[in-house]
Nanobody
Framework: VQLQASGGGSVQAGGSLRLSCAASGENLRFYAFGWYRQGPGDQRDVVATISAGGSTNYADSVKGRFTISRDNAKNTVYLEMNSLKPEDTAVYYC??????????WGQGTLVTVSS
């Protein structure tokens, strides 16, 4: 299984980006997915998660601004990010989880938000 994250870039505060996480090698419709981020010198923190059934959860810092979604037909998970703030600057990673000992990380995609 490979996860390919894309969509990062540089935007000004208030702008928007959409991240994509495309999976290959297996149909991942029964997997839960999450987006995580890691800023400079920070630990990797969860941003948003979506279950196999489509239930979503968000970190308090992004509620109302970010939306996670999935398209099982395309084996792809998205993170729509609106009203971006400089503190959203980080490397964003996607993770697909089957169980506690079966999960996969995508490579990171850098998001830079300037004030």
């Amino acid at each position: 299984v490979q996860l390919q994250a894309s969509g990062g870039g540089s935007v000004q505060a208030g702008g928007s980006l959409r991240l994509s996480c495309a999976a290959s090698g297996e149909n991942l419709r029964f997997y839960a997915f999450g987006w995580y981020r890691q800023g400079p010198g920070d630990q990797r923190d969860v941003v948003a998660t979506i279950s196999a059934g489509g239930s979503t959860n968000y970190a308090d810092s992004v509620k109302g601004r970010f939306t996670i979604s999935r398209d099982n037909a395309k084996n792809t998970v998205y993170l729509e990010m609106n009203s971006l703030k400089p503190e959203d600057t980080a490397v964003y990673y996607c993770k697909g989880t089957w169980s506690s000992n079966r999960f996969y990380w995508g490579q990171g995609t850098l998001v830079t938000v300037s004030s």
